[in-house]
């Protein structure tokens, strides 16, 4: 039981180029979402999702795509790094009874050059 | 306003004392409420879920209070390997989105 699987784990993009941030999960978790964390602001939310084919944008969706074709996987897609988009960008997962918090996934520090 | 709102220290604590952070949100219909910690440059991981009767995991105790809309964490006998950044997380009323204090870090020291 891995839980939540995140990759890479650092990226460099250059401005203008286009990327796949990986999260995948094992525990048939209907919930994922996806969060930045930038130094002063907190965790904030960028897209989520309720089940497959099902999902919906955050506080701060702009300039990133996500699908969910599978319960197991929720890829966020950079469209044309920015470097606004400088952060460290965390996957979640829950189940859906509301006791149960988000289990993370370690991370992926993406700096835009 | 920011939804969930924390002091966010930092705290300098010595090894064996009790420390308490408290946080606030805002949204009255909120349904679901807990504390993370999380370690540098490390993922938040769940320390504990937040009931309204209060509830304790050994040296840690939990309390939330709907009707001044806060949540509170009490740290009994720190160690140092307790210093880390504690955030507060509520669950809204939709069921699916957390929103993040912006967390309290704690330092203890020797």
């Known amino acids: 039981n891995a839980g939540v699987t995140q990759t890479p784990k650092f990226q460099v993009l250059k401005t203008g180029q286009s990327m796949t941030l990986q999260c995948a999960q094992d525990m048939n978790h209907e919930y994922m979402s996806w969060y930045r964390q930038d130094p002063g602001m907190g965790l904030r939310l960028i897209h989520y999702s309720v089940g497959a084919g099902i999902t919906d944008q955050g506080e701060v969706p702009n300039g990133y795509n996500v699908s969910r074709s599978t319960t197991e996987d929720f890829p966020l897609r950079l469209l044309s790094a920015a470097p606004s988009q400088t952060s460290v960008y965390f996957c979640?997962?829950?189940?859906?009874?509301?006791?149960?918090?988000?289990?993370f996934g370690s991370g992926t520090r993406l700096t835009v050059v | 306003r920011k939804e969930v709102e924390q002091d966010p220290g930092p705290f300098n604590v010595p090894e064996g004392a009790t420390v308490a952070f408290n946080c606030t949100y805002s949204?009255?219909?909120?349904?679901?409420f807990f504390w993370y910690r999380q370690d540098c440059r490390k993922e938040p991981k769940l320390l504990m879920s937040v009931y309204s009767s209060g509830n304790e995991d050994g040296r840690f105790t939990a309390q939330l209070n709907r009707a001044s809309q806060y949540i509170s964490l009490l740290i009994r006998d720190s160690k140092l390997s307790d210093s880390a950044t504690y955030l507060c997380?509520?669950?809204?009323?939709?069921?699916?989105?957390?929103?993040f204090g912006k967390g309290t870090s704690l330092l203890v020291t020797p």
């Open positions: 997380v509520v669950i809204s009323n939709s069921g699916y989105a957390l929103n």
């Open positions: 979640a997962s829950r189940d859906t009874g509301m006791a149960y918090g988000y289990t």
């Open positions: 949204n009255s219909a909120s349904q679901s």
